[in-house]
């Protein structure tokens, strides 16, 4: 049976990361590094990985072991280096030791028996260092699939000079969101409240989990077996809020990361910016800012303050793969390339990236940081910690490319195209992935 899951998640996995154009395969990428050797003769383990200021963490790491080093080839972001992955897969050869990937997508590659077991390799050793949401993302029952690096815990960006024009209080709840929406465009302000992507993926998907939607059970140790429920009545009431917003033209409809999106977050187009702890550091390095802009940080909106709900965007991890040479050696890139202070404040000052290993993402260093960009608050300690600490973790599934694919298409049903309505997009997604399970061969719990 798990032949045929194989067979059919292989090409799938492909294609749908081939929809970003890319189609190299992995052998060339792994073949040269972009980084110095310190040690000629110790043990080289391959990485493929795209962290902005990379380069300045191998040469730590390769100063600091005598025995490993790192061999560093960025082969592309996201579906780019997924797709060049899943071809190393399918011909047995080309993938690197050590790859970067998405807790996402970690499923769709166990499930081909790409990826090793790291609790073979000490993977327990570690897992103190993270916290209990962080290491659910990257486990399987009792098998771990990688190391965590950064994550992507939630808040609301929002411009104060915007609000404070138009006497709005930076809401707190997702009630007063809609309201501070409606007062905005009662005032004839020339922007809108937010933007609620059709693309975001991920990011409705956060959304829904906020309101308690668990879309996919899934353990590796039954890798034929999934349950699917995402036409809970929660996630039906999240769409159904922002379907209204969208049908009164409370928020805009802007697919994201286009370059005219990037555009309206930094112009004023919008006053808030419900973003993951990535996110300051994103609106940093995007051009055009508005130089009078006031850019603050508040916790996410909360359906009910009494019982809040953190939720996660995005995520980043080291795994090792199948095909790697010594297993061991590339288990402990995995587990130490991000595993001192001094790596992670390179990964924090010059790459913006959110901890996830505890003794740095608990320090005084982390929690007191002041930003300029967000005049001079500290926003991990007001926002962005307790959003990590409150986050449980999720389950994603072994097709979790194609169940996006397939939400994002439903959601544009509804807030662009307007042909259905919220609780019919997700029922239509419900049978669409049920079925689509059944065909790839697996159980449905």
């Not at 005598?66 to 899943?86: P, R």
């Not at 028996?113 to 009792?142: P, Q």
């Not at 194609?402 to 239509?428: F, N, P, R, S, W």
């Amino acid at each position: 049976m798990k032949s045929k899951v194989l067979a059919g998640l292989g090409a799938v996995v492909v294609t749908a990361a081939a929809l970003t154009g890319c189609s190299s395969g992995g052998e060339a990428a792994a073949a040269s590094c972009s980084n110095e050797i310190k040690q000629p003769d110790a043990t080289q383990v391959s990485v493929w990985a795209w962290y902005p200021a990379f380069e300045d963490v191998v040469d730590l790491f390769n100063e600091t072991h005598d025995e490993v080093q790192v061999c560093w080839t960025n082969a592309g972001q996201g579906n780019d280096e997924y797709t060049k992955f899943s071809t190393a897969v399918e011909s047995g050869s080309g993938a690197p030791d050590v790859i970067m990937l998405e807790s996402e997508v970690l499923s769709s590659f166990s499930i081909r028996d790409a990826l090793v077991d790291l609790s073979e390799y000490g993977a327990d050793e570690v897992k103190g260092d993270y916290t209990e949401g962080a290491w659910k993302d990257v486990s399987s029952g009792d098998a771990v699939y990688a190391i965590p690096v950064d994550g992507g815990p939630m808040g609301m960006l929002y411009r104060k000079d915007i609000l404070d024009k138009y006497g709005i209080t930076p809401p707190t709840t997702w009630a007063e969101f809609a309201d501070a929406a409606r007062k905005l465009k009662d005032a004839g302000a020339p922007g809108v409240l937010a933007d609620f992507p059709p693309n975001g993926r991920a990011y409705t998907q956060a959304l829904f989990a906020q309101s308690g939607s668990v879309p996919f059970t899934y353990d590796s140790a039954n890798p034929t077996d999934i349950g699917i429920d995402v036409n809970d009545q929660g996630s039906k009431d999240v769409l159904s809020y922002w379907q209204d917003l969208t049908d009164k033209g409370l928020v805009a409809v802007d697919e994201a990361f286009t370059a005219d999106y990037n555009t309206m977050l930094v112009d004023g187009t919008y006053a808030i910016y419900v973003a993951a702890a990535w996110g300051p550091g994103y609106l940093q390095g995007l051009e055009g800012t508005d130089e009078n802009a006031q850019w603050r940080a508040a916790p996410v909106p909360q359906w009910d303050t009494g019982n809040p709900v953190q939720i996660n965007w995005g995520g980043s991890t080291f795994a090792v793969t199948s095909q790697a040479k010594d297993k061991e050696a590339s288990a402990t890139v995995a587990k130490e390339i991000f595993g001192t202070e001094d790596a992670w404040k390179i990964g924090i000052e010059k790459a913006a990236l959110f901890p996830l290993w505890k003794p740095i993402l608990e320090s005084d260093y982390f929690a007191n940081l002041e930003y300029p960009f967000f005049g001079g608050q500290q926003i991990n300690k007001e926002v962005f910690l307790p959003a990590a600490a409150g986050y449980s973790g999720s389950t994603f599934s072994p097709f979790q490319n194609y169940a996006y694919d397939q939400l994002q298409q439903e959601v544009t049903a509804v807030v662009v195209d307007k042909k259905k309505d919220a609780g019919q997009a997700l029922d239509d997604l419900q049978a669409t992935l049920e079925k689509y399970a059944k065909d790839q061969g697996f159980t449905l719990e």
